[in-house]
């Protein structure tokens, strides 16, 4: 064996005094009684502090890199004033607390970051605040694993469970939030990543505003008034998210409004009022996502240009489409889609249907205007009003079509994380399509 030189172990001993190393950093610990705020001035950048159990009332600011880890039943109270925590430093790490009671004004939050880069919130829980994380002007910050509610009000009075402003660069992962204004609102944001987090009970699960480059996965979102409300955006990508029970008389899974550049591919939308609406919306790409058991499975309002929709599965909606707006085509010029109510055969075999499939009818725009016509749905008379309008298509309204509807669902491959995660799931809602089709058949409709 050669023994080292002593050039190298002049490089080596640089390279050491170069790296930083936080062999002075102090793990300081705070008691019920005493101040956490005090400990927190007096503590130096690096610095470990832990919470001990117990209600620790006052509003604090870090303001140096560090780390606040709680103890169970360490709660920090804001007693219904400003922030509860304000971070103002960058690399400051927030876990294992119950943050509560912040006050109510716009920007108050459980926890307010304000201009600084590279936090990661983790394992906390919030709870009555108005803002639950609020991140303004920073980049890079890690949101993990936390609990958002807010107090109970009508959610216009409540404030929104993470809210980003400007900058970007975050990581949302795995967190639980309900009860909020919008679960998770992107305002002027851009480069953000969100994945497996669960938002019920709000008014919008997702709000984008005027933001761009964002990538949704694996996300559930349920029981809210709208799911995803897109608004004036860019560059956003929806993978395998559940969009469900949105069923408020105003409530979508997934609305696009203005918007370009967006992928939507291997998603559900259940038992939304409206499953899918396109806006005014620019080169989209709606690929094998499931929509199903909606009041309306797809609407088309406005211009909606250079759009591209294929291998998506339209089982058991009341009202598959409902169109207003600019004549569209509806497949990729290969495959379309798998409509259930799709009545033509497949001649050739190539599992295409030889005649296309028009979307939207004159009885649905009827039924826009008078709800009650849907006591009528899948009757005799409806059926031959339909077939009437294929016959006549000048009776119905803006040319939209499938060229190539396709005579067996689209087979929707998931991610194995998913698949193996969720195999109880889908074998429930297995049963319940089998109800679902059961139903269908008595009325009339023809499953293939």
Do not use: C
């Not at 975050?170 to 204004?181: C, D, G, M, R, S």
């Not at 698949?419 to 799931?425: A, Y």
């Amino acid at each position: 064996m050669h023994r080292l030189q002593g050039p190298f172990w002049f490089i080596i001993l640089l390279l050491l005094w170069l790296v930083p190393v936080d062999a002075s950093a102090e793990d300081l610990k705070v008691e019920e009684g005493q101040s956490i705020q005090r400990m927190l001035d007096q503590a130096e950048a690096g610095d470990i502090l832990t919470i001990f159990p117990g209600t620790y009332r006052e509003n604090i600011v870090i303001n140096k890199r560090m780390t606040l880890k709680g103890e169970p039943g360490a709660k920090i109270d804001g007693g219904g004033k400003g922030n509860v925590i304000e971070i103002t430093a960058p690399d400051v790490t927030v876990k294992g607390l119950t943050i509560q009671n912040s006050g109510s004004g716009q920007e108050d939050s459980g926890i307010f970051i304000k201009k600084a880069d590279g936090n990661i919130i983790e394992n906390n829980t919030l709870k009555d605040v108005h803002n639950g994380i609020y991140i303004a002007n920073s980049m890079d910050n890690r949101v993990l694993k936390n609990s958002i509610t807010s107090y109970e009000s009508h959610f216009s009075k409540r404030g929104n469970g993470i809210h980003m402003f400007k900058g970007g660069g975050h990581l949302l992962k795995e967190n639980e939030i309900a009860a909020v204004q919008d679960g998770i609102y992107y305002d002027f944001t851009e480069h953000v990543k969100v994945t497996g987090n669960h938002v019920s009970d709000s008014r919008y699960g997702m709000h984008f505003m005027f933001s761009e480059d964002i990538s949704a996965e694996g996300n559930h979102i349920e029981k809210n008034v709208t799911g995803f409300m897109v608004m004036d955006s860019a560059d956003i990508i929806f993978i395998e998210n559940r969009v469900t029970d949105h069923f408020h008389f105003r409530g979508f899974g997934i609305i696009i409004y203005e918007t370009k550049n967006v992928l939507v591919e291997r998603n559900e939308m259940l038992r939304n009022s409206t499953g899918l609406s396109l806006e005014n919306g620019m080169n989209l790409s709606i690929n094998r996502n499931l929509i199903a058991a909606n009041q309306v499975g797809l609407e088309f309002v406005g211009k909606n240009k250079n759009n591209l929709l294929a291998e998506n599965n339209f089982i058991g909606n009341v009202v598959q489409s409902r169109i207003s707006g600019e004549d569209m085509r509806l497949d990729d010029g290969l495959k379309g889609n798998y409509w259930d109510d799709y009545s033509s055969f497949d001649l050739s075999g190539d599992g295409i249907g030889e005649e296309a499939y028009k979307a939207g009818s004159l009885y649905d725009r009827i039924l826009r205007k008078q709800p009650y016509w849907q006591f009528f749905f899948e009757s005799p008379s409806v059926k031959l009003w339909t077939k009437a309008e294929s016959l006549f298509p000048s009776f119905g309204s803006a040319e939209v079509y499938d060229a190539r509807p396709l005579i067996e669902p689209a087979e929707i491959q998931l991610s194995a994380a998913q698949q193996n995660g969720d195999q109880w799931r889908y074998g429930v809602i297995g049963m319940v399509f089998i109800a679902i089709s059961l139903l269908v058949i008595v009325k009339g409709r023809k499953f293939r």
